[in-house]
């Protein structure tokens, strides 16, 4: 059964759109069908995360409205054959989604795909809420600072009221993401730790994303990083993280950069 | 700056967590209250699982929130009685 996923957190800049790529591309890369749609309307990203922004003919609301077919929107990725990108529309106003028509696109990926991974954009407003709505489970994106954990609790809060499964009395499953940590500086206390992270959210860990260099290359090749360089720390963590969501039972640990002869020489890598 | 200054300037996590506590007991009150409906559930599927042998779905727990009144919806579908307290007993 084919499973919607929506990568949220309120807060924006924490990472959501990183995470959709990465751990689309690294479900994928394992052989499962992947789609991840942008519902970030207005404010695209995830084209350019995954390095299609110049293949998007039609759009999200143009499906939604009837103006393409779902076929024609998709977007197969070059690298790994059952991953798909759904692209948000750039010029169009995020009105143009209504919750019907949504459903109905989602409905139609069910069809086809293993998961569905929903892009959320920032905030508490219609477009996180249409984001969610049809969610079986949710990745809720945090980075170990106050006003993102504050925010990711509203979101939690969000999940629980404002979703289908909620409304209908079923439970929502949700997952923490805990990226851009940088264990050196939680280790000095300058940093939340992951066990106050939990603490203060309750919800189950997926993983934990070190902060890294290798995203910010990734994102400017226009590749999930589980592609441009598996074996990084970030990579890993993706890894790992993505067999957790298919149920697999992997020791949690904070993936650190392996540095090979060439890193050793030149004490960083030449990009 | 003394020793005792420079570490506990450091170490501000440890403020960070102890604010964030205060601040979001706060807003869970006014928010609604997280959760309500999974605990609720969990709940009084252990009340019951205490007597006999029950599924998680057979449980289910519907909040609706209204403007002056909300609603709580509690539905339990028992299982045959005999066979059930026999399976707990064992
Ligand atoms: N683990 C990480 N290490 C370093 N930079 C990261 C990491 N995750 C995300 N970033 C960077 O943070 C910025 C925001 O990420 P993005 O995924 O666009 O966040 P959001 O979609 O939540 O707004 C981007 O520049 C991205 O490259
Ligand atoms: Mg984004």
């Known amino acids: 059964m084919a499973k919607i996923l929506v990568v949220t957190s309120g807060k924006g800049g924490v990472g959501k759109t990183t995470s959709t790529a990465s751990l689309g591309a690294a479900l994928a890369q394992s052989g499962q069908r992947v789609v991840v749609v942008d519902f970030d ?9 995954m390095g299609a922004e110049r ?6 609301i143009n ?6 077919k779902l076929a024609q929107a998709l977007i197969r990725d070059k690298r790994v054959d059952t991953l798909s990108l759904l692209p948000a529309s750039q010029t169009r106003d995020k009105d143009a989604l209504t919750e019907e028509g949504v459903a109905k696109v989602l409905a139609e990926l069910r069809e086809k795909f293993d998961w569905i991974i929903c892009d959320s954009p920032a905030g508490i407003e219609k477009g996180a809420t249409l984001a969610m709505y049809n969610a079986d489970a949710a990745v809720v994106v945090t980075n170990p600072e106050v006003s993102s954990v504050r925010d990711s609790d509203r979101i939690i809060g969000l999940l629980d009221s404002k979703t289908k499964r909620a409304e209908k009395g079923e439970r929502m499953e949700k997952h923490l993401l805990l990226t851009r940590y940088d264990t050196a500086r939680a280790a000095r206390g300058e940093m939340l730790k992951t066990d106050d992270v939990l603490e203060i959210l309750s919800i189950p860990l997926l993983g934990i994303i070190p902060e890294s260099e290798e995203v910010l290359r ?3 090749i226009g590749a999930p990083i589980t592609l441009s360089n598996p074996a990084s720390a970030a990579g890993r963590a993706y890894f790992d993280a993505a067999k957790r969501l298919r149920g697999e039972d992997i020791p949690m640990t904070v993936p650190v950069e392996r540095r090979g002869l060439m890193g050793k020489l030149f004490g960083r890598r030449v990009a | 700056m003394s020793l005792l200054n420079f570490l506990s300037r450091r170490r501000s996590a440890p403020v ?4 964030l506590q205060i601040l979001l007991a706060h807003e869970r009150a006014v928010h609604g209250h997280r959760d309500l409906v999974a605990i609720l559930q969990e709940e009084i599927l252990a009340v019951i699982a205490k007597h006999m042998a029950i599924e998680r779905e057979k449980v289910q727990v519907k909040l609706d929130r209204g403007k002056s009144t909300s609603t709580l919806e509690i539905d339990i579908e028992m299982p045959d009685l005999a066979q059930a307290a026999a399976a707990a007993r064992h």
Do not use: I, K, T, Y
């Open chain 1, 63 to 68: 499906v939604v409205q009837g103006d393409a």
């Open chain 1, 218 to 220: 990734a994102s400017n």
């Open chain 2, 16 to 19: 960070a967590r102890e604010r």
């Open chain 1, 41 to 49: 309307v207005g404010l695209r990203n995830l084209d350019l995360v």
């Open chain 1, 55 to 60: 293949r998007v003919v039609f759009d999200l």
